[in-house]
């Protein structure tokens, strides 16, 4: 059975970073995009990043552009969304979630922000950003 199990939340101070990751058991990533998204109280999920396992390819909501850095150890089934500078308003419950990286013969192409894609989530990790 595909799980998806995220670690490495906790509470940062601003301007702290964070090392998040996203474990992955009972299917290999190499064919999937998988995606990092958020949810702040109050607020709707939104997507932060997501990156190709194929090709590690990635795309960066502007939100999370220049701070955040996805990166990908194929070997061990996972995925890590480094986080830098944070702010307060990056206080949220992260969840990473994966879906299927579409092919056109042998071109995959680049993962999508579209969390409609994504069928499987994992639980999430709180990360709260406080003085």
């Known amino acids: 059975q595909l799980q998806l199990v995220e670690s490495g939340g906790g509470l940062v101070q601003p301007g702290g970073s964070l090392r998040l990751a996203c474990a992955a058991s009972g299917f290999t990533l190499d064919h999937y995009a998988i995606g990092w998204f958020r949810q702040a109280p109050g607020k709707e999920r939104e997507g932060v990043s997501c990156?190709?396992?194929?090709?590690?390819?990635?795309y960066y909501a502007d939100s999370a552009k220049g701070r955040f850095t996805m990166s990908r150890d194929n070997a061990k089934n996972t995925v890590y969304l480094q986080v830098n500078s944070l702010k307060p308003e990056d206080t949220a419950v992260y969840y990473c979630?994966?879906?299927?990286?579409?092919?056109?013969?042998?071109?995959?192409?680049?993962?999508?922000?579209?969390?409609?894609?994504?069928?499987?989530w994992g639980q999430g990790t709180q990360v709260t950003v406080s003085s």
């Open positions: 979630a994966a879906a299927p990286l579409y092919y056109s013969g042998s071109y995959s192409y680049p993962c999508t922000p579209d969390q409609g894609e994504y069928d499987d």
């Open positions: 990156i190709s396992m194929r090709t590690g390819s990635t």
